[in-house]
Nanobody, 125 residues
Framework: QVQLVESGGGLVQAGGSLRLSCAASGRTFSMYNMGWFRQRPGKEREFVISISPNGIRTSYADSVKGRFTISRDNAKNTMYLQMNSLEPEDTAIYYC??????????????????WGQGTQVTVSS
């Protein structure tokens, strides 16, 4: 498995932006599908966005399309989540996750076997 550490969370006003980072170590980062999930207060963890090993393929939850962008730098073993036009409903703990490419492309949480500890994002109204 790859070890993952998120950073970049914090408090931001509605309409603002944040960029989260996910630093990876361990097995070859460039062979992992990567994704971001979030857990909003009182709700189950949910899929947000994902990216293929080469960065060409992405998937987005409808709630973040047009506002969130995912990217990765395999040379730096890092994935990024750029969040723009943030809304109070985006308040959540954000987790980065990795899925060994052999498992195929899926946004299902069960397909991801490496997880970070999470970073809190709070959007004030």
């Amino acid at each position: 498995q790859v070890q993952l550490v998120e950073s970049g969370g914090g408090l931001v006003q509605a309409g603002g932006s944040l960029r989260l980072s996910c630093a990876a170590s361990g097995r070859t980062f460039s062979m992992y599908n990567m994704g971001w999930f979030r857990q909003r207060p009182g709700k189950e963890r949910e899929f947000v966005i994902s990216i293929s090993p080469n960065g060409i393929r992405t998937s987005y939850a409808d709630s973040v399309k047009g506002r969130f962008t995912i990217s990765r730098d395999n040379a730096k073993n890092t994935m990024y989540l750029q969040m723009n036009s943030l809304e109070p409903e985006d308040t959540a703990i954000y987790y980065c996750a990795g899925s060994w490419y052999i498992k195929g492309w899926s946004i299902q949480e069960t397909n991801f076997d490496s997880w970070g500890q999470g970073t809190q994002v709070t959007v004030s109204s």
